[in-house]
């Protein structure tokens, strides 16, 4: 029986990563029924998690002192070792190479602590989301990656009370697009992926939605001037919103992003696009994912790569008629599913 009966959680990634961590969250759920665990991790999709009901609290990194960890000589007592106080474990999948914070917290903690940074799954074989399951063999867990995670919602989409993980029947199928990414390396043209919007909407009679977060202001320009039929463009959504319009969309493509990422992970059938990331460690994971890596020399390259990239041949690699027709086998293969 385990004895951990308050369990705080340390993750500090961004939505692609919180999405591959989903896998290991559950399973430490499931492995920790009647513990309390909160998670201190990235306000931009904590709201996400609230709704998954996997964990009991969360807790924006912003509003903890973690820079105090950080410091040569860390004061004691401390606001940071005030929280964790209460805890009997802390698992943290956020840490430096120096490893400056996992001293601070194994000086400030009463309880157990396990660090596992980000940073080192780049050392690890497979997949990321293998390698967050994998951390918790130290805590007596050996669980096996099981296939593709489902995002767990638990609530009601809206008062209406509409399920949040399928489309109005009555609606027009739609495509979504997300055309851009954490990296400007990582982004195919935005003239091709209109180019596949209307290629959708010729063939398929689709109505197109194009998702514009705060890394896509650049690309706000170009969009608000295309003139296509069917064609609409959403900017800035809340993380929970940006979820339940994918969850209701019959098909999204999109470059390597965390948008990519949970759209799979919510069960959308997805067309990837990727150049200079590693599939093997980075793809989306899902039933009906499609992944087009681009083709070059140097690719994949990583972030170092990504970093001196001066154009992304990569990308260039794929073209509009790959698209399509991946659309295409695609939606076969649900229609045949049938």
């Known amino acids: 029986m385990r004895t951990d009966h308050r369990i705080c959680i340390f993750l500090s990634g961004a939505l692609g990563d919180f999405v591959n961590a989903l896998p290991a969250l559950s399973v430490l759920r499931q492995s920790y029924l009647s513990s309390f665990i909160e998670l201190v991790g990235n306000p931009s999709w904590l709201p996400l998690l609230e709704e998954a009901r996997i964990v009991d609290q969360v807790r924006s990194q912003e509003v903890l002192p973690l820079s105090a960890a950080f410091q040569k000589s860390l004061p004691c007592p401390n606001p940071l070792a005030r929280f964790l106080e209460p805890f009997d474990l802390v698992l943290s999948w956020f840490g430096d190479p120096e490893g400056l914070w996992e001293r601070a917290l194994q000086k400030t903690c009463r309880g157990r602590v396990h660090v596992f940074p980000l940073h080192r799954c780049r050392a690890y074989p497979g997949h990321v989301s293998e390698y967050f399951l994998s951390t918790l063999r130290d805590l007596g867990i050996h669980e096996p990656f099981r296939g593709p995670f489902r995002f767990p919602w638990q609530k009601p989409a809206d008062p209406e009370g509409k399920n949040p993980g399928r489309a109005d029947p009555e609606d027009p199928p739609r495509l979504c697009i997300h055309p851009g990414s954490g990296s400007p390396a990582k982004n195919w043209m935005q003239e091709r992926f209109l180019e596949v919007a209307r290629g959708v909407r010729q063939r398929w009679n689709f109505e197109v939605t194009v998702l514009l977060g705060p890394a896509e202001k650049r690309q706000q320009g170009f969009w608000a001037e295309a003139d296509s039929p069917g064609l609409s463009v959403v900017s800035d959504l809340p993380i929970v919103a940006l979820a339940r319009i994918l969850s209701g969309t019959k ?10 990422h949970l759209a799979s992970c919510l069960g959308v059938p997805v067309v ?12 989306p994971r899902g039933e009906h994912v499609c992944i087009l890596q681009g083709k070059a020399a140097c690719a994949p390259c990583g972030e170092p790569g990504q970093a001196k990239c001066a154009g992304p041949e990569c990308m260039l690699a794929i073209e509009t008629g790959q698209v399509l027709e991946a659309v295409e086998r695609i939606l076969c293969g649900i229609n045949q599913a049938r």
Do not use: K
């Open 251 to 260: 098909l999204y493509v999109g470059n390597d992003s965390g948008v990519t």
């Open 272 to 283: 990837a696009l990727f150049g200079p990331t590693d599939t093997a460690r980075w793809a």
